[in-house]
C-alpha cells in the first residue's frame, strides 16, 4: 500500500473499531452472491426514478411554485447527511443473529412501503382533510402529506442503499478488482431499476392497471404516479425478500485485544466515531470527498430538473398556466421520462463495460476525470438546446412545441449523460471501500462519510437552485451552467490530485470469479 499506510497512534485506535471490515468474509464471495445482493439496487432505484422524473412536477400540480418546489428536495440530502453515516456506524457493529446488514436493509424496505402509501394517497388523505380541488388553489393538506412521506422515502433510501454497498465490500473481501466489479454490478441493476421506472413515468395509461388508483382528487397523472409506486414497492420487495434469503451476513461480533479494552471500545459515542474517522482519514479519501462533492454539484441540478427543463424550456409548457400550458409541459415531462429511460439503458451497458474500459483509459480515476468532461459538456448544451427551441417556437407558435430535430437533440443528451452516471454510480464507491482499507474505518462508515459528500452539494443546490435561477429570470439553465462548471472543475480535480488506489490483489485461484 506505500504511500496509503499510517501509523495509527492509540488514542486513535480507541476511536476506530479494531475489528476488520471483512472479518468472516476471509475470501471472496461467489459472484452469483454479489450480484444477488446487488440486484436490490434495481428496486431501490425504480423509485428513486420516479422521484427523479415524476414528483418535481407533481408538487407544482399540487401548488407549489417552481422556485420552491427544489426546497422539498432537501429532505434527501439533510435524511442522507445524518441518516447513512448512523446507519453505517451501527451496521458495522450490529451483532444480530441475522448478521450486520441484513436488518437495516429489512428495515429499509419495510419503510419504503410506508412512504409511498403517503406521497400515493397525500393527494385523497389531504382532499379527506379538507383540501379544496381548485387549481389554482395550493392543497397545503396534501403538501403536508407528500412532504411526510418524501422524508420517509429518502430515509428508507438511505437506510436501504448504504449497508447494501457494506455488504457487497463485505462480500469482496478486500480484493480491490472484486470491490469495482460488485460496484459496477450495483450501478448495473440501478440502471436496470431506471429503465424500469423512467419507462413505466412514460407511460400515460398505466392508470389504466389500477382503476382504483383515480379518484376525485387524484387526476390521470397523480393516478399514474400512485400506479408507478405500486410497481415500485412489488419490485423492491421481490429483490429484497429473495436476496436476504439466499446471502447470508455472518453474525458480527466486536474484536477485543485483552479485557480491558472491552469497555473503552463500546463506549466510543457515535459522533466520536465519526471524527475519530475524518481524523485518520488519509490523503486519498479526503481527495476522493473533494472530487465527489463538486461531482454532485454537477449532477444534482440536472437530476433535479431534468424533466422539469423538458417541460418548460424544450416543450415551453407552464404547470402554473392555462390548461393549454399545463398540458403542454405536461408532454414534456412525458418526454423527459423517456429520455431517463434512454438516459438508463446507456447507463446499464456502460456499468458493465467499466471495468473493461478502465483498464483500457488507464485506470479507475483516469477513467472519472475523462466522463466528467462528457459530463460539462452534456450539461453546457441545454443552453443550446432550450434557445433552438425557443427560436421554432417564435416561428411555428407558443403552443407548437419542439420540433423533431431540437426533440431529438435533447434526448440524445438525455442519453449521452448515461456514460459519466455509470462513472458516478460505481467507481466512487469502489474507492471508498478501497481507501477505507487504510484508514481502519469500517465499509459502513467510510461510504456513510463519502455520502456526506454528496448530500452536502444536493443541500446547497436544494436550497439556492430555485432563487439562483429566478435572478436569472427563472427557468433551469443557470443553475445548469453552473454544473457545467462543476464538472470540469471536477474531472480536473480527478486527473491531477486524486491518487491513483493501490494495485490489485494477486489473482484468485481458479473459480473465484466464476458462478459457483
Known sequence: MGAFETEKTAKEAAVVETQSPEEGFDQPAPL?????????????????????????PYVQLLGIPHKWSSLIWLCGPVSGMIVQPIVGYHSDRCTSRFGRRRPFIAAGASLVAVAVFLIGYAADIGHK?????????????AIGIFALGFWILDVANNTLQGPCRAFL????????????????????????????????????NLHKMFPFAMTKACDIYCANLKSC????????????????????????????????????????????????????????MWMLLLVTALNWIAWFPFLLFDTDWMGREVYGGDSGGDDRMVKLYNRGVHAG???????????????????????????????????????????????????MAEEHRKTAGEFAGPSSGVRAGALSLFA?????????????????????????????LSIGVL?????????????????????????????FVVGAIAAAISGVLALTVLPSPPPDAPALKSGAMGFH
Open 32 to 56: 452469483r452472491k454479489i450480484i444477488s445482493v446487488a440486484s436490490i439496487a434495481a428496486g431501490l432505484q425504480f423509485g428513486w426514478a420516479l422521484q427523479l422524473s415524476l414528483l418535481t
Open 129 to 141: 382533510m379538507g383540501d379544496k380541488l381548485e387549481q389554482k388553489t395550493a392543497r397545503v393538506r
Open 169 to 204: 465490500a463485505d462480500l469482496s473481501a478486500g480484493n480491490a478488482k472484486r470491490t469495482r466489479v460488485a460496484n459496477g454490478f450495483f450501478s448495473f441493476f440501478m440502471a436496470v431499476g431506471n429503465v424500469l421506472g423512467y419507462a413505466a413515468g412514460s407511460y400515460t
Open 229 to 284: 409506486f405500486f410497481l415500485s414497492i412489488t419490485l423492491l420487495l421481490i429483490v429484497t425478500v429473495s436476496s436476504l434469503w439466499y446471502v447470508k451476513d455472518k453474525q458480527w461480533s466486536p474484536a477485543v485485544a485483552n479485557p480491558g479494552d472491552e469497555k473503552t471500545s463500546s463506549s466510543v459515542p457515535f459522533f466520536g466515531e465519526i471524527f475519530g474517522a475524518f481524523k485518520v482519514m488519509q490523503r486519498p
Open 337 to 387: 421520462a423517456l429520455g431517463l429511460m434512454l438516459n438508463s439503458i446507456v447507463l446499464l451497458f456502460m456499468s458493465l463495460g467499466v471495468e473493461w474500459i478502465g483498464r483500457k483509459v488507464g485506470g479507475a480515476k483516469r477513467l472519472w476525470g475523462i466522463v466528467n468532461f462528457i459530463l460539462a459538456i452534456g450539461l453546457a448544451m441545454t443552453v443550446l438546446v432550450s434557445k
Open 416 to 444: 449521452v449523460l448515461g456514460i459519466p452516471l455509470a462513472i458516478t454510480f460505481s467507481i466512487p464507491f469502489a474507492l471508498a471501500s478501497i481507501f477505507s482499507n487504510s484508514s481502519g474505518a469500517g465499509q459502513g
Open 451 to 479: 455520502n456526506l459528500a454528496i448530500v452536502i452539494p444536493q443541500m446547497i443546490v436544494s436550497l439556492g437552485g430555485g432563487s439562483f435561477d429566478a435572478l436569472f429570470g427563472g427557468g433551469n439553465l443557470p443553475v
